[in-house]
């Protein structure tokens, strides 16, 4: 007998014992802050965010101060400016566990929910 | 980087959750911001808990990777088409990012006081796995022991037993010899042994 089919044997039964490749573990929310941050910053190295107003009308709730920026005259570029690169809530959301953040529709607040 | 997804099985989806994952994806190639933050949020903890415990010890580096797995995805997120689901397509370009890793730390040298220790085959483990010990325990004890090992052998143990690569495989991934990915194996597993022996 091979005398490494004990050890293959130990370890192939260690592994399947806990081997769920798609098992969750919740990622801290200032960590999704961040990669979302990131993700949406290499979104725009190849051209603008959908715009506000075209976001809205597929159904995605809007922050309040997006909703301000889709029904302020102003032209397409303001409304795919990502407000989020100068908010407060961005910061707090990549800093902090628990963001003090309180109104709807903040993606920051919302990572910090789930 | 392409990533198809068929390393993580995910057959015959229903049709609703292969349309609602397409649907995702599309939003998020469009630049939609709220889409993005929806595939963030939705995506974030399988990925973690999935580079997390592969990446043992090195648990430093499991922040950077999860965003670096959604950064490359988004490169290649237009050929997504949803034979696989999203969750496993994108588990699909983490486990890329593993086998980078594992290829990295079994390219480094060996500790030198390795090499020279004979190897002993008469270092028995009690056959699996003392039923006494309930899930949790094995895994704190596994991780424990394998946080404990030089990377290299974490590394080779996880490639190996976890992500079930021959070492044939591994051999060709990392340009060193089947014999050689044989004897840092045998080495690895018997320090394993040894420290859970003493746990």
């Avoid at chain 1, 081997?19 to 979302?36: F, G, N, Q, R, T």
């Avoid at chain 1, 407000?83 to 902090?96: P, W």
Wanted: proline fraction near 5%; charged fraction near 30%.
């Amino acid at each position: 007998m091979n005398s490494s089919e004990p050890n293959e044997r130990f370890f192939e039964d260690l592994a399947s014992a806990f081997d769920d490749d798609a098992a969750e573990s919740a990622m801290p929310s200032k960590l999704k802050a961040k990669a979302y941050s990131a993700l949406v910053n290499r979104q725009q190295e190849s051209g603008p965010l959908l715009g506000l107003r075209d976001t809205y009308a597929e159904g995605r709730g809007l922050c309040v101060h997006e909703h301000l920026v889709r029904i302020a005259p102003v032209g397409t570029k303001a409304q795919q400016f990502n407000c989020c690169s100068i908010c407060h809530a961005r910061v707090l959301g990549e800093a902090l566990e628990n963001p003090p953040i309180y109104w709807g529709n903040c993606p920051y607040a919302g990572f910090k929910r789930s | 980087m392409t990533a198809t997804g068929s390393s993580f099985p995910s057959t015959s989806q229903p049709t609703a959750a292969v349309s609602d994952d397409l649907r995702l994806a599309a939003a998020v190639l469009r630049k939609d911001r709220k889409a993005t933050a929806e595939f963030i949020d939705r995506y974030a903890d399988p990925l973690y808990g999935y580079l997390s415990r592969r990446l043992i010890p090195r648990t430093d580096l499991v922040d950077d990777l999860v965003q670096e797995v959604f950064l490359a995805a988004w490169e290649s997120l237009g050929a997504f088409q949803g034979q696989a689901s999203l969750k496993a397509w994108l588990l699909g370009i983490a486990r890329h990012k593993v086998e980078d890793h594992y290829r990295a730390r079994l390219r480094d040298p060996e500790p030198l006081a390795d090499q020279e220790t004979e190897l002993n085959p008469a270092l028995a483990v009690e056959p699996l796995i003392d039923k006494l010990l309930d899930q949790d325990r094995l895994e704190r004890k596994t991780k424990r022991v394998l946080e404990e090992l030089p990377e290299a052998y974490s590394a080779v143990l996880l490639w190996r037993y976890w992500e079930h690569r021959s070492a044939q495989e591994m051999a060709e991934r990392t340009g060193k010899s089947v014999k050689a990915i044989e004897r840092m194996l045998a080495r690895a597993r018997e320090q394993f042994k040894r420290r859970w022996q003493d746990e």
